[in-house]
């Protein structure tokens, strides 16, 4: 399957957008790779563009002012969209930065282009109001991952998200985006393991 294909596979299931359709699109869509720790978007820039990960992960992340430490925020990967979503959707400036954790690539679309499609069809309209809900439920999912929720309960989460996350990214991201500490992620795996 051509990387194009992927893509039109991927939006059919998620706006149900049909061959034709996405036809439409298939000229705005353009390839980029970006190697490991080259950013995506950083804080404080407008997020144009919408992509969609052929292979990688990327994360975004905010740095705590006084101690310099790096949490991270959000974690995207292979088949998924990365997007400073608040940003894209409502074209402002983004309050963190989002960066490839490994070798990646994507295909992406230009904020203009696809406010053109949203023009010539229902369809493409109704994706762009399919993303920013998407964009809402994975914001409030992780806010109430952290309220509501128990470290091993969003390990669980995490795995389920992004299957090959433990095999493409440092323990220590995964660590910070989990909310615990490197010895307590530990535990929590090995409570896992022997179950």
Partial sequence: MTEIEKLGLALNQFAGLSEEEFKLSEDFWLPRTYKKGEFYNLRGTVCTYFGFIIDGVFRSYTIE???G???NVFLYSANGFVV???SFINQMPCDYHTQALTD????????TDLLSLYHQSHRWEKFGRLLAQEAFNITMSRIEGFLLKSPEERYLDLI???PDIFNNVPLYHISSYLGVQGPSLSRIRKRISGK
Avoid at 104 to 111: E, F, G, P, T, V
């Fill in 65 to 67: 002012e006084k101690t």
């Fill in 69 to 71: 430490e790096e949490k």
């Fill in 84 to 86: 400073s979503f608040k």
């Fill in 104 to 111: 990646a690539s994507i295909i992406y679309i230009r904020y």
């Fill in 160 to 162: 389920r998200q992004h």
